[in-house]
């Protein structure tokens, strides 16, 4: 028998048992004639002690151990004579009576604390190391947590876990698909799912009216900071509803999940339109967990001599509250943060509410007292804000003002991450235009429903036509999005039209899902959450890798099995995929 009692499990209670234990050697202490070793597995560390009046022999095998040793211990439960309150097991520690060694270890290439000295790429290269540390150890077991509340609050809903397939054709989410080549079919190529889209559909289809699965999804995009090429999706389908019942149903999990992993109670989830989202925040997952609102300064700025306004599509500003005393220098930092290529402005403009009711700003040239207050009035400003401003072409401007405003609130601390506060916003356009392929694509997917309401203007003006789409937002992030679908042939079919397919692409891509509709498709519509993400922020980050056990890096790789890697010549010409010259 390897262990008795786990590492975290022994307390006061359990003094005077005799206990077997097994684990790693987190650190040895010696202090003259004692030793103690601080054994640890991961629901805890336990302290061994070790004395020369007790086994000389003993104490000597201790001292020889070295970090991440891997033991087992027998030994009777002590009363600690300094306890330890931080620490779970505290009380106690064993007078170790026999010790065995299970397996040596070589010294780690960086520490196993809380706070390692092990760079990035090292840590990434050692992942198995890395797990053992507390950090990663809390993450994998919250993500574990966070699944099995998903689970228990879909399973009592009535959902059913359905698996769908990973070798599948492609599906258009807008990314590049991963494909495999199929050695049966040479020449041909499956593709892995950017999602089960099409597969939840056709189950709704099948009469499988609430279907979920927590499910990975592969898409080949050119790396952003934190995405993943492979990352996993609750993700969820319901027949018989519209967009009401969705969200009131996804509002139902995101509550459950707060308050059973937080134990926050949130009372409703507020909804934004796309539209106001944009206006209010200048971005559609905004963070609301802080004000500082978007004020559209156009009629109050322009026609009044200062060139800078005069010539922009958007003058936006926002009021920062308390920050009427910046400095100089602390203004110059943000002017300098706006000018940076990733926002790419050209000045920041500010007008001061001082405290005596004057205002002072960069431009005092232009304006004076009364069109300054006029401004700070439409901020919404008191005495001691302080207004950015920002100008220039209206996509660029707004987006960078959402941008300055989350710079703002992260320095002001208003996006701490144990406050929670999601959001759905709702009806996007169902529509995008895309500059390059002078066409449009759709927002969501081609499998979005248009709101009824706006179905004519599909012929007249697409671009104004609205989604039955939404989006849950946490935090100032996406973690879910879904959509009514389409149910019926013919809208289906139009709307592959829209996007610039031909009847025989349509069909040759989606034809089976377009004859299912054929067989008696229920209305539907679904959601899927980002789990990486969820799970991040539940656990207080914004940085999903921590919360993956087995992550890629920034640049798709895994250091750890060093893949993607090249295969051997005759793996490739098994595939049919080999280099033609080198066949003979
Ligand atoms: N398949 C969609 C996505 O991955 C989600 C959905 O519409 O349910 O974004």
Redesign the pocket.
Known sequence: MYRSHNCGALRASNIGEVVTLSGWVQRVRNMGGMTFIDLRDRYGITQLAFNEGWNEELLASARQLGREYVIRIEGEVLERESKNPKMATGEIEIKVTDLQLLNAAKTPPFTIETETDGGEELRMKYRYLDLRRDPLQEHIMLRHRVAQAVRAFLNSEDFLEVETPYLIKS?P?GARDFVVPSRMNQGQFYALP????TF?QLLMVSGYDRYYQIVR?FRDEDLRADRQPEFT?V???MAFVEQEDILQQFEGLIKSLLKELKGLEIDTVPRLSYAEAMERYGNDKPDIRFGMELCNLNALSQGQGFKVFDEAELVVGISVPAAASYSRKQLDALTNWVKRPQIGMQGLIYSKFNEDGSYKSSVDKFFDQEAQAKWHKAAGSKSGDLLLILAGKETQTRKAMSELRLHMGENLGLRNPEVFAPLWVLDFPLLEWDEESGRFHAM??P??SPKPEDLELLDTNPGAVRAN?YDMVLNGNEI????I?IHDREVQSRMFEVLGFSKEEAQAQFGFLMDAFEYGAPPH????FGFDRLVALLGGSETIRDFIAFPKNNAGRDLMINSPASIDHTQLQELGIGLESSAE
């Open positions: 599906t989410e950017q999602s089960p889209q939840k999804c999706q993700d969820c389908e969501h997917h499998f979005t789409a879910g999005g879904g959509s679908r519509g679904g959601i899927a």
